[in-house]
């Protein structure tokens, strides 16, 4: 499949909230994270605080998919990167990430993760880049390649290290409330 699917209206912890989120078709790796979690499939959803230019990626993201090129919409290329631009400018530095994870285990259904930032959310994709940095430099990592995370940093070490970088960690139970992952 290319481009995006169907908008879906999606709640996320604060300071994110409500947003409008189209799922990602063409988006790298998907296949090997799904081996590497051990999930069947995983889907990338994204979008921005501003439902308008959700709406309007969609529609790019749709016409391209029709048109099995992106030669027919290259020419607006510049007009949508000036777009990108302007938002980028007026919008909210608030992001976040949610993993909703359908199952049982031990007879009890799996839940929903997030993480969040108030500030340059953006970042989020790149942290565990920062923190496999952190650790290189302080020798704490001597393993070259692809190194299996649970491999070379703990689970409390890694929610130290995103509560260290202002990421709020977020768990629900159930689909409307989200409470700190610390309750």
């Not at 649970?150 to 509560?163: T, V, Y």
């Amino acid at each position: 499949m290319r481009g995006w699917s169907e908008p879906e209206w999606t709640v996320f912890p604060p300071p994110v909230s409500r947003r409008l989120v189209h799922q990602v078709y063409e988006t790298a790796d998907l296949d090997a994270l799904a081996d590497l979690c051990g999930a069947r499939t995983i889907a990338f959803k994204a979008g921005t605080e501003f439902t308008a230019v959700n709406r309007a990626l969609g529609f790019f993201a749709a016409l391209r998919a029709r048109t099995g090129r992106p030669r027919a919409t290259r020419r607006w290329n510049p007009l949508v990167r000036a777009v990108s631009w302007l938002v980028g400018r007026v919008g909210d530095e608030a992001g976040g990430f949610t993993v909703t994870v359908s199952g049982e285990r031990g007879g009890l259904p799996l839940r929903r993760l997030s993480m969040t930032a108030r500030q340059a959310g953006g970042r989020i994709p790149s942290l565990l880049a920062g923190i496999a940095v952190d650790h290189l430099l302080a020798g704490r990592l001597h393993t070259t390649g692809l190194v299996p995370l649970h491999s070379w940093l703990a689970p409390h070490e890694l929610r130290a290290a995103l509560r260290d970088r202002g990421i709020g960690l977020w768990r629900s139970d159930d689909e409307d409330g989200w409470r700190s992952w610390e309750e």
